[in-house]
């Protein structure tokens, strides 16, 4: 038993004399075993958890190092079925600001450094030629929060092509858009505004796309001058406004800084599409029994009989025709 102690006290006694220079060894492999590799934010976790364990004298492992909370889940944004977004009604200030017709190599990225460096988060529509030659563009507009819809591939009036057609427009564009960003687009800026109810069905059920126009036009394409742009969104401008303006004008683009800035002085805040479409109050349809004369009917009411048809009456006669050079009706709220 004596050489076997003595053995020993020689290898514990080579290990203390050799202690600065085994400890930091034996402590950089529990690191690699216990953690994994070393990181910034590894390190100071376990100092943080020495410190607590010193002053406690107690303290493990796990309750130095707490588990990050889980981030939120995202907001459930079901749009309406069969609807054309023109604007939002909404509580509180909102605003939706869109920009059509990029991404653009030059005006774009200005752009993105105006709205960032004011925390706003905005609703490009893009086209799918412009996706294709600077893919690049698209990209910083995804990476920076931003949401992306789809204008078409090269800006035809919907209404007016065929349905093949209209299938290659939004398909590409959405397969394009995906390539890059790894999300399909879920709204449709129909290129000049112009849908019928028939069609958006189709682009709807086919696509998943809901179309979305407008509340507020500077008519920037048309007058390229960033006071007038300035003036017609500060004028126009309301709580759950969708304000439509194209980030390829240098004008437009120029006339942004104030037109947020305005804006933001009078309260309001800046959401994307899907933010505003979460907020909507969808209006409640109330329903009534009614008569055939269109009066509700109470309860104390007694249904009336109808009353026996006279002589004179003609149950067979016929509507009369309308003139030929009448005027076709147009729809409440004008022309899709």
Same mark, same amino acid.
């Given at each position: 038993?004596?050489?076997?102690?003595?053995?020993?006290?020689?290898?514990?006694?080579?290990?203390?004399?050799?202690?600065?220079?085994?400890?930091? /060894?034996?402590?950089?492999?529990?690191?690699?075993?216990?953690?994994?590799?070393?990181?910034?934010?590894?390190?100071?976790?376990?100092?943080?958890?020495?410190?607590?364990?010193?002053?406690?004298?107690?303290? &493990?492992?796990?309750?130095?190092?707490?588990?990050?909370?889980?981030?939120?889940?995202? #907001?459930?944004? &079901?749009?309406?079925?069969?609807?054309?977004?023109?604007?939002?009604?909404?509580?509180?200030?909102?605003?939706?600001?869109?920009?059509?017709?990029?991404?653009? #190599?030059?005006?774009?990225?200005?752009?993105?450094?105006?709205?960032?460096?004011?925390?706003?988060?905005?609703?490009?529509?893009?086209?799918?030629?412009?996706?294709?030659?600077?893919?690049?563009?698209?990209?910083?507009?995804?990476?920076?929060?931003?949401?992306?819809?789809?204008?078409? !591939?090269?800006? #035809?009036?919907?209404?007016?092509?065929?349905?093949?057609?209209?299938?290659?427009?939004?398909?590409?564009?959405?397969?394009?858009?995906?390539?890059?960003?790894?999300? @399909? #687009? /879920?709204?449709?800026?129909?290129?000049?505004?112009?849908?019928?109810?028939?069609?958006? &069905?189709?682009?709807?059920?086919?696509?998943?796309?809901?179309?979305?126009?407008?509340?507020?036009?500077?008519?920037? !394409?048309?007058?390229?001058?960033? *006071?007038?742009?300035?003036?017609?969104?500060?004028? *126009?401008?309301?709580?759950?406004?969708?304000?439509?303006?194209?980030?390829?004008?240098?004008?437009?683009?120029?006339?942004?800084? @104030?037109?947020?800035?305005?804006?933001?002085?009078?309260?309001?805040?800046?959401?994307?599409?899907?933010?505003?479409?979460?907020?909507?109050?969808?209006?409640?349809?109330?329903?009534?029994?009614?008569?055939?004369?269109?009066?509700?009917? *109470?309860?104390?009411?007694?249904?009336?009989?109808?009353?026996?048809?006279?002589?004179?009456?003609?149950?067979?006669?016929?509507?009369?025709?309308?003139?030929?050079?009448?005027?076709?009706? *147009? @729809?409440?709220?004008?022309?899709?």
């Amino acid at each position: 038993m004596k050489p076997l102690l003595i053995v020993s006290g020689i290898l514990v006694a080579s290990a203390v004399g050799a202690g600065v220079a085994i400890s930091p /060894m034996l402590t950089s492999a529990k690191a690699v075993r216990d953690d994994g590799p070393a990181t910034t934010q590894s390190i100071s976790q376990n100092a943080s958890g020495a410190q607590a364990k010193g002053a406690s004298g107690k303290g &493990t492992q796990a309750e130095a190092v707490a588990p990050a909370p889980a981030p939120a889940p995202p #907001p459930v944004v &079901t749009p309406r079925k069969n609807y054309t977004y023109k604007s939002f009604n909404v509580d509180g200030q909102y605003i939706a600001m869109t920009f059509d017709d990029g991404p653009n #190599p030059e005006t774009t990225p200005q752009l993105l450094a105006i709205l960032k460096e004011r925390g706003i988060k905005a609703t490009f529509f893009v086209l799918g030629n412009m996706v294709a030659k600077h893919p690049e563009v698209l990209k910083m507009i995804s990476d920076e929060g931003h949401e992306i819809g789809s204008h078409s !591939w090269s800006h #035809p009036q919907l209404t007016r092509i065929s349905q093949a057609a209209v299938d290659k427009e939004l398909g590409n564009t959405s397969e394009a858009i995906f390539q890059v960003t790894g999300k @399909r #687009p /879920m709204y449709l800026r129909p290129p000049y505004g112009s849908m019928k109810p028939s069609l958006r &069905t189709y682009i709807e059920d086919k696509f998943g796309l809901t179309v979305v126009n407008w509340s507020v036009d500077p008519n920037d !394409w048309k007058f390229r001058d960033s *006071q007038k742009v300035h003036d017609a969104i500060i004028a *126009q401008a309301a709580p759950g406004a969708i304000v439509l303006s194209h980030d390829i004008y240098p004008t437009t683009v120029a006339a942004m800084p @104030r037109i947020l800035d305005e804006l933001i002085a009078k309260g309001y805040k800046f959401g994307t599409l899907s933010d505003l479409v979460a907020m909507d109050k969808t209006p409640k349809v109330q329903l009534v029994a009614a008569l055939p004369n269109g009066k509700p009917q *109470q309860a104390s009411q007694k249904p009336q009989k109808p009353k026996p048809a006279t002589a004179s009456a003609k149950p067979d006669a016929k509507p009369a025709k309308p003139a030929a050079n009448a005027a076709p009706q *147009q @729809r409440a709220g004008g022309v899709y």
